[in-house]
């Protein structure tokens, strides 16, 4: 014992007499970038940075492109020049300029889908000499500079030019050329193997004229302030622009890596890396590992990206990366303890610093500057493999539990007292876990199976096994936390519980969770924080239960791991350490980001325990080594990733292309399976990337890609569409919401514009076909009404003609017997006083005979019921009796007539001639007088060949208006019927001397014989014996009586029956027969004599004028057919024609003579 207190009053003694010197921070590591990561070839001459954020490597084997993910490499098979690439530039239209080691000079397109040749082994100046350097100029001209070839100008006019040293040193000082950089005032400062030199005003600047050494510049540029370094063997000159001359060197030759976002600068000096702020005085080591375990990396140059990430090119050595916190982050080396095997403890200190305690040894560590001179050693058991506590009491006095000891240690006295806590061994089923904490007063230890209760002078008030108290160590380490009220808190495998004093034990708290709790934090607003596996949880209480208020699981991107340690920072985040790294936790985003190594976080694993201390987050790896973490540097350094996107992929014409990534993105109508990638260009962690896409207008939700961040649509329809994107990374939220515009090419009629003349086309014929609907329509209701119309008026017509027909067959019977009376007492002596009165009586006879002749032919003209009866006759006698007629009738209504020249007179012709005459008659006459014509002239003319007859009439108007050319075609609607009936043509015409005239042409057919003298072959029959059937007595009487006075014999019948009998008697030469005969009718009298007699003469006399009747009589065997009343002669004549031998028999039928009589109505002639 005594020797122990005076190994511990030693101990003291020491860590008061040993200054407070801080120790070395271990310096940052950084990550190699090989081949085995993606990279082309672990020969990486340059990096550059374009606008968009990607990263550019010059590598021996191909261009690569980092996108923070991965690489993207281009070789000669995607257009490079050669695939050895030692230099690169980005000029102002961010279009990369390439220098390869065969001394070709190329150019990628701003869109990275072109590469353009300007200058290699085929230009005269330029020979196989690799690119060294490449420097774009804002005025348009590219300067480059090669091993052995000199320096090269393309100008903005594509001219090359070429610079070699002069002979009198007064040039390029060497041939080859390292390095190039451009100053504000247009100068070009070149780097050459023989030292610095500048081109300005057409003329170079020597190394003398600079005040610079001869010696070979190793790095050449402008650092973050505008000065112009420049670096050699001897180490590096700083100018400030626009001073020519160096400053004083610096007090140690360092070789200039390059400049530093932040405003400082990298150097090297031998084996030494280092980051050091603009005034010199900060400074941060790097330290990288042996190469395959024997020589350290040598460092040509130093990039720093947007993203705040260190790129360290070696000398053909590969390409090594911190992480963009590397700033934010120490690690510092735990003092070297053999006896150091059981795990160690952090605590916090009330002056800012915090305890640590490990192997025995009890140090303080500053989060500034490390671990402190200052030791104290406390009692251990080194053969125990339990977890060491260490908590400061609010008397400022340092409590240290390893089992089975508890040692208080005051570091200002020096004072040191020891307890034994539990037994020695308690054997395998005892719990290694311990747990030390200060709370109201009191100290509470939980460790070797025990739980104890302490008043700070060490007076053990409680002490129960862990059963007794419901304690229940599992597979994670148990914690205790102290509530505000001085409460005490327990998570174990149970879930959350608290001490209940009256009971002496910890019960589950309601509400709380119910499964093993592995960290627990009270936070500065109250709420105590409760750890699972499945997530965080925050409970806020409410009398004696718990209330969730937060939940934060993976839904977040929370990793699903329990925390060793948690703690919350002045900002109000909550930071833990994980077995994958450092999480921070923001409760009111509800957002987690995740640290890890290759955010800088050194390669290690953290213990239990994580401390916050000022402004600082303090954790511990199972070696004792111990990570300081500035939150909020780390917070301020971290930049919003870009979200861009990287490609664009069609199938076009069954290829698969790529296409150049634009806003609008222009697509034609055929390209299909259309693919477009999203990258985040952050450089984070692989895997922990999440993307989503939406075609806005289109898709109903976010449609998530995964982590490829792929799009794809079989085709779009043609038009504008806009795609919006949006990424999730590290920290767990979705970047800003990013969209792209798509237009996709119309192709033929899908065009709108194609569209809308379509649609202009299709409007305008469905307009012209509505149009043309609504006329048809109207036309076919039009022709309807006309058909309606015609149906009546032809129903009316027909009527009208039937009314007439019968009217004619009522006042023609009584005629009959009226005219045959008067021709009867014309043929016997009377006075002349008598005679002109008979003669009158006839007159009047005969005159309503013409109207209800007229009328009738009218109605049938109207009817369409227009019989013709085609016959030969000679021209020259029915030209002569027509122009007669005519005449008479036009000198009625005062009109003159005039003729052409004659037809010849012996013509003969098949046709009508009634027709004809009554067509010439009415055309001539209705001319006239509709537009009150004073002269007619009519001609007459074959037509060609013969075939017809044209006849010509000139109407000449007189002084009053004449109608119009319709309603005269109107009033000539009969004589159009009449031609048409003779398949003949009318038309009619008003001249321009304002004469009518009306065009006549019909169809007749020859005689083909000359028409013979019918009068000449005529033989008189006189004395026939005549049967007259006939049921009018006043008509059989008249009839006999004229047939009496030619010499005739007549039988008269009244009736089928006397008929029959009379011709059964021997002597009847000819038959006269009425057709409406009582009984019998005369058709069916007729048929029986027929048969009876087939060659007795029968002539029809009838007083019915039905357009069928001649067919019906024709067909029951009649020879001829005469019409009542009719006068003796012309009764004579047809008898005389019936019983000649050559009858003219050109008409239909039988030889039917009704056409061919002198007057078939009754007339005159």
Avoid at 163 to 185: C, I, M
Avoid at 677 to 705: C, H, I, K
């Amino acid at each position: 014992m005594k020797h122990g207190l005076r190994r511990l009053w030693v101990g003291v003694l020491l860590g008061g007499l040993l200054p407070a010197v801080s120790a070395l921070a271990l310096p940052s590591h950084g990550a190699r970038v090989t081949t085995v990561d993606g990279l082309p070839s672990n020969v990486v001459h340059q990096i550059v940075e374009d606008r968009q954020g990607y990263l550019w490597f010059a590598t021996g084997d191909g261009l690569a492109r980092y996108d923070g993910s991965g690489f993207r490499v281009w070789r000669m098979e995607h257009g490079l020049a050669d695939n050895e690439v030692r230099s690169m530039a980005l000029d102002a239209r961010d279009q990369l300029w390439i220098g390869t080691a065969n001394g070709y000079l190329q150019r990628l397109s701003a869109d990275r889908q072109q590469f353009e040749r300007w200058a290699g082994p085929r230009a005269s100046a330029a020979a196989t000499s690799p690119v060294l350097a490449i420097l774009p100029m804002d005025e348009g001209s590219v300067w480059f500079g090669t091993r052995d070839a000199g320096l090269f100008r393309l100008g903005p006019d594509r001219r090359l030019s070429q610079y070699l040293p002069g002979a009198g040193g007064g040039g390029l000082p060497s041939a080859r050329v390292d390095h190039l950089a451009a100053d504000p005032q247009g100068g070009v400062w070149i780097g050459s193997a023989e030292g610095l030199a500048r081109w300005h005003d057409d003329r170079f600047q020597t190394p003398a004229m600079l005040g610079a050494s001869l010696l070979p510049v190793t790095a050449l540029g402008r650092d973050a302030q505008g000065a112009m370094r420049s670096s050699t063997a001897n180490g590096t000159e700083v100018r400030h622009l626009p001073a020519l001359q160096p400053a004083p060197r610096p007090r140690e030759p360092a070789r200039w890596l390059g400049p530093s976002r932040a405003g400082g600068n990298w150097f090297a000096d031998g084996r030494q890396l280092w980051w050091q702020d603009r005034h010199g005085q900060d400074r941060h080591a790097i330290t990288l590992p042996h190469l395959h375990g024997r020589s350290m990396p040598r460092i040509v140059r130093v990039v720093e990206d947007r993203q705040g990430r260190v790129w360290l090119l070696g000398s053909h050595q590969g390409v090594w990366r911190l992480g963009a916190q590397w700033r934010h982050l120490e690690r510092f080396t735990a003092p070297g303890n053999p006896l150091a095997s059981a795990p160690g403890a952090l605590s916090t200190a009330a002056d800012g610093q915090a305890w640590w305690a490990r192997g025995g040894m009890l140090g303080k560590v500053s989060p500034a500057h490390g671990f402190l001179r200052a030791r104290w050693s406390y009692t251990q058991d080194p053969s125990r493999p339990d977890r060491h506590a260490v908590v400061e009491d609010g008397q400022g006095r340092v409590w240290v539990f390893a089992a089975p000891w508890l040692t208080r240690i005051d570091p200002v006295r020096g004072h040191r007292r020891r307890w034994r806590v539990g037994a020695d061994d308690t054997g395998p089923a005892t719990s290694t876990q311990a747990a030390l904490l200060a709370c109201d007063g009191r100290v509470w230890l939980a460790g070797n199976g025990r739980l104890q209760q302490r008043a700070e002078d060490g007076e053990v008030l409680l002490e129960r096994t862990f059963d007794a108290v419901r304690l229940r160590p599992g597979g994670t380490p148990f914690v205790l936390q102290c509530g505000p009220a001085g409460q005490l808190w327990l998570g174990d495998s149970d879930g959350l519980k608290q001490w209940q004093p009256a009971h002496a034990r910890f019960d589950l708290v309601p509400g709380g969770p119910r499964r093993a709790v592995g960290a627990l934090h009270l936070a500065a607003d109250g709420q105590l924080w409760a750890v699972d596996p499945d997530g965080w949880t925050a409970y806020r209480r409410t009398f004696a239960r718990l209330h969730r208020s937060t939940r934060i699981d993976a839904t977040q991107g929370l990793p699903a791991v329990l925390p060793r340690g948690l703690a919350d920072a002045v900002d109000g985040a909550l930071w833990a350490t994980t077995a994958r790294g450092v999480v921070r936790l923001a409760p009111d985003r509800r957002s987690t980001r995740l640290y890890t190594v290759d955010d800088g976080l050194p390669p290690m694993v953290f213990d239990l325990g994580l401390v916050a201390v000022g402004g600082h987050l303090l954790a511990m790896d199972p070696a004792g080594d111990v990570l300081a973490l500035d939150p909020a540097g780390m917070l301020a350094a971290t930049v919003p990733p870009l979200l861009v996107i990287d490609r664009v992929q069609v199938r076009r014409k069954r290829r698969w292309i790529e296409l150049p990534v634009g806003d609008p993105l222009r697509l034609n109508a055929d390209d299909r399976d259309i693919q477009l990638s999203a990258r985040l260009l952050s450089g984070g962690q692989r895997g922990l990337t999440d993307y989503r896409f939406r075609l806005r207008g289109q898709d109903p939700a976010w449609v998530r890609a995964g982590q490829r961040g792929t799009r794809g649509f079989p085709r779009l329809p043609a038009g504008g569409h806009v795609l919006e994107f949006q990424a999730r990374g590290v920290d767990g939220e979705w970047t800003p919401l990013q969209q792209v515009r798509l237009q996709v090419d119309y192709s033929g009629w899908a065009h709108p514009g194609a569209w809308a003349l379509f649609c202009l086309v299709a409007m305008g014929g469905a307009a012209l076909l509505a149009g043309a609907v609504r006329r048809h329509q109207r036309r076919a209701n039009a022709r309807r009404a006309a058909t309606r119309r015609q149906a009546r008026a032809e129903r009316a017509a027909q009527a009208k003609q039937q009314y007439l027909a019968t009217l004619g067959h009522e006042v023609r019977t009584p005629l009959t017997g009226v005219l045959g009376m008067s021709e009867l007492l014309l043929a016997r002596p009377l006075s002349a006083r008598a005679r002109e009165q008979v003669l009158h009586i006839e007159q009047g006879g005969r005159a309503l005979l013409q109207v209800v002749d007229e009328a009738l032919e009218n109605a049938r003209l109207q009817a369409g019921k227009v019989r013709v009866q085609p016959r030969r006759f000679a021209i020259g006698p029915w030209r002569m009796d027509m122009e007669a007629a005519l005449a008479a009738c036009l000198d009625l209504h005062g009109c003159r007539l005039s003729l052409g020249p004659p037809l010849p007179a012996g013509a003969c012709r098949v046709g009508d001639p009634d027709r004809l005459r009554q067509a010439v008659h009415l055309l001539a006459r209705e001319l006239a007088l509709q537009v009150g014509a004073t002269g007619v002239t009519l001609r007459m003319a074959w037509l060609p060949g013969g075939t017809g007859l044209l006849l010509d009439v000139i109407a000449v108007p007189g002084a009053l208006p004449s109608s119009a050319l319709d309603v005269v075609r109107e009033r000539l609607a009969d004589v159009d019927v009449l031609a048409a009936a003779m398949q003949g043509q009318l038309r009619v015409l008003r001249l321009s001397d304002l004469r009518w005239q009306a065009v006549l042409s019909l169809p007749l057919a020859g005689c083909g014989t000359q028409l013979p003298d019918l009068q000449a072959t005529l033989t008189d029959h006189d004395g026939l014996q005549v049967l007259l059937v006939e049921d009018d007595p006043l008509v059989a009487e008249v009839l006999t009586g004229l047939l009496h006075m030619r010499g005739h014999a007549v039988v008269a019948a009244g009736h089928a029956l006397a008929a029959l009998t009379a011709l059964a008697r021997p002597g009847p030469q000819l038959m006269l027969l009425d057709l409406d005969l009582p009984g019998m009718d005369g058709l069916s009298l007729l048929r029986l004599v027929r048969q009876r007699d087939p060659r007795l003469p029968v002539l029809i006399l009838t007083a019915r004028r039905e357009p069928e009747l001649e067919a019906s009589v024709t067909a029951a065997g009649a020879d001829g057919l005469l019409h009542k009343p009719l006068q003796g002669d012309a009764l004579h004549a047809a008898m005389q024609r019936v019983m000649a031998r050559n009858v003219d028999r050109a008409g239909p039928g039988n030889g039917l003579l009704c056409g061919a009589l002198p007057d078939d109505r009754g007339g005159r002639g």
